[in-house]
């Protein structure tokens, strides 16, 4: 069964620091995808970045970046300068299977962001 | 930007009501799918649905709960008889089988559901 872990309940940041989300996850299967959403207090869930097991190099979208470590089965979602725009609610997720798979994405517990003026 | 729109925003029900929450997704996209959130918690899966068939479904989602795609645009999710606990936002969404982004499933802004 694939598991998804966020410890980080909630964090508080500074306007324009940099903030590390993490996120570890649990597969026995090769080929796997990793998302990080965004939840605004409106309550949408916006996609922000994706990572696929067999991809070489780290995403990045604008300001956010994944820190991917396969062998830690770690993918922490990384925003530089952060802005009082990101306070929200992060959820990590996964999705088993490779690039033909369309199966659902399993969700972590999320992790508050407030950024401080 | 295509976008996957829900319908109602917000429903409040009389708990053993039947409920309807209607979603359009992304026109070109095939696999749909339903989540809830019950305020505070986690985001569960509860269903997807590909050619017109269930995919896959959650222990959540039992025989109270259907899903259709009666025409083209529409994929609705039905709750029969409403219950306290069915008191979630509940999210659409879809995906495209077409490897970008690991086909990526996009969200609806949700519906509010409210049994009281």
Redesign the interface.
């Known amino acids: 069964a694939q598991k998804i872990t966020q410890t980080q309940p909630g964090m508080f940041v500074q306007e324009k620091e940099a903030v590390t989300l993490d996120c570890t996850y649990d597969t026995s299967d090769p080929s796997y ?1 990793l ?1 990080w ?1 965004k939840q605004p207090s ?6 922000l970045i ?3 097991s067999y991809d070489q190099q780290n995403a990045t979208e604008g300001r956010y970046s994944l820190n991917f470590q396969k062998a830690r089965k770690s993918a922490n979602l990384v925003i530089s300068a952060s802005q009082l725009g990101d306070s929200a609610m992060y ?1 990590c ?1 996964m ?1 088993e299977g490779g ?12 992790t508050r962001l407030s950024i401080r003026p | 930007e295509p976008e996957v729109t829900q319908t109602p925003s917000h429903q409040v029900t009389q708990m053993g009501q039947e409920v309807i929450l209607r979603c359009v997704p992304i026109s070109n996209h095939l696999y749909f799918y339903w989540y809830r959130q019950i305020l505070g918690q986690k985001v569960e899966f509860l269903v997807s649905f590909y050619n017109n068939e269930i995919s896959e479904k959650s222990e959540i989602f039992d025989d109270q709960f259907s899903v259709e795609r009666p025409d083209g645009s529409n994929f609705t999710l039905k709750i029969r008889s409403t219950k306290l606990e069915d008191s979630a936002m509940y999210f659409c969404a879809s995906s495209e089988l077409d490897g970008s982004s690991g086909n990526t499933i996009y969200f609806g802004e949700g519906s509010w559901l409210t049994v009281v």
């Open positions: 995808g998302f959403y409106s309550g949408e869930m916006i996609f994706y990572q696929g959820f997720a999705r690039y033909s798979s369309a199966s659902k994405i399993i969700f972590g517990s999320g």
